[in-house]
């Protein structure tokens, strides 16, 4: 996802979205990160024990990793919604369609839902949200939980959105309206 932190060389991988071909090393490689328990509750993080891992197999195994650089047009992420407010212009007017948004480089997951809403690209109804699968797939149906058109929600001006948020309020410190 970009972050050139050390602890995530040399691979700057992001774990919210990844594409993996079933052969013998990733399958090795897989079984390795569910016995690295003790890795990830040392590390409080599965994304550093995976790229520890990766690194480990790449060099041991032969493992091919092959990671996109973060300005691709079809798989963004929060690096493009946080940094490049030409492009995510571009997104929300329907310019460009990627595959899947992966709203990394976001601080926890209500503001992830936040942005969903903002730019346009959320779906779920407030009534099957924070349910577990059991009870939507028991009763709720596909018409109660899943929204045909995107519901769109201001929340902060200075993020991209698919309207103009001009009197949300900002949510960085001097943060300059998206519009």
């Known amino acids: 996802d970009g972050n050139h932190a050390l602890f995530y060389a040399p691979y700057s ?68 919604f946080h940094r490049k407010r030409d492009f995510m212009k571009k997104l929300v007017q329907g310019k460009l369609r990627p595959y899947i948004f992966h709203m990394s480089w976001t601080l926890n997951k209500q503001n992830k839902l936040k942005y969903y809403e903002q730019m346009g690209e959320w779906y779920l109804k407030d009534q099957c949200r924070n349910h577990a699968v059991s009870d939507i797939l028991g009763g709720m149906t596909y018409e109660n939980c899943c929204a045909v058109e995107p519901i769109v929600n201001c929340h902060y001006r200075d993020k991209p959105s698919k309207i103009p948020c001009k ?3 900002p949510i960085d410190k001097n943060g300059r309206s998206f519009w």
């Open 13 to 80: 991988a992001n774990t919210g979205f990844y594409y993996v071909r079933n052969n013998e090393r990733t399958r090795h490689f897989f079984n390795s990160l569910l016995l690295a328990g003790d890795l990830i509750l040392s590390t409080k993080s599965h994304q550093n024990a995976l790229i520890a891992l990766l690194s480990e197999h790449a060099s041991m195994y032969g493992l091919q990793v092959k990671i996109w650089e973060r300005n691709l047009e079809e798989f963004p992420g929060g690096y493009s």
């Open 167 to 169: 009197d949300s309020p």
